[in-house]
């Protein structure tokens, strides 16, 4: 007996996709009314809610130390955006020096290599600590004395040995191929590594750089254990005047403010390349 089959047009197929849009946009509303409402309900009865509301939602000290908390966090931006132009000069030599074996410079190999492990092995925070205090105590000349750039010297350090990793992960991804394409066509080595390897390594692992940038973003605030007074350092003040956490939540909003749309930027740019190379969840389309 054969199976009797419907004709479907392209209106009736628009029609069920969005009443199935509907029904999972229904769905994730009520989950996450019944999750968020359960999770507030939880907080708002226990019963250190009044102390925890006092001393880290004072209204009056946040409206007391936003402003300068705010007007510090500019210093963390300057910081961020110079040592990110940094991080990046630094990872992208390096990674080249990794990738390319030159029997030449096999010894400058070898330093970049110990200088990958050992920025990446040693916590960021001490490095911070012998650069920004061990520095000063050489008394070269020379040498720079001022604690907020020592501190982005350290961070700089520190980010750039991770993101080597990712650019050589980029560049070992692109095909050899490539390289013979752009020789046969007539550019010279240098020019095929600038106009075709590192810009296909680069679009590859951009996703990647802009999260150790997010990261390196938040990481800023270590500078504070120098001395420098940026938000994190200026929301201590607060807190130590007040006796009160205010101030601290004020500073994680001033970063929030930066973190959250670049890490909907890099989510946005995640999906644009999978849909670009036509891949899938396992689970299925989205």
Known sequence: ??????????????????RRRRRQVAISGISTVVLLGGLTARILTASGWPVFRRTFLSAYWFGKSIGGIASAFWLDVRLFMVIELAVLLMALLIALIRTFEVPLLFPVRLLASVYVDVMR????????????????????????????????????????????????????SVHPSQGAAALALGLTPGQALRHVIVPQATRRV??????????????????????????????????????????????????????????????????????????ALALGPR
């Open 1 to 18: 007996m054969s199976t009797p089959y419907t004709l479907t047009t392209r209106a009736d197929r628009a029609q069920a996709r969005r």
């Open 121 to 172: 092995g040693v916590p960021t925070i001490l490095l911070v600590y012998l650069i920004g205090f061990g520095i000063p105590t050489l008394n070269l000349k020379g040498l720079p004395t001022s604690l907020t750039l020592l501190g982005g010297i350290a961070l700089a350090m520190c980010y750039s040995a991770y993101v080597s990793e990712v650019f050589r992960a980029g560049l070992m």
């Open 206 to 279: 951009l996703p990647p750089l802009l999260n150790d940038f997010i990261a390196l973003q938040k990481d800023v605030a270590l500078i504070s254990i120098l001395g420098p007074q940026e938000a994190f350092r200026v929301a201590q003040i607060f807190q130590d005047q007040a006796f009160n956490f205010t101030p601290l939540i004020a500073a994680g909003l001033c970063y929030l403010c930066v973190t959250i749309p670049l890490t909907r930027f890099v989510d946005r740019m995640q999906w644009r390349a999978i849909r670009d190379r036509g891949s």
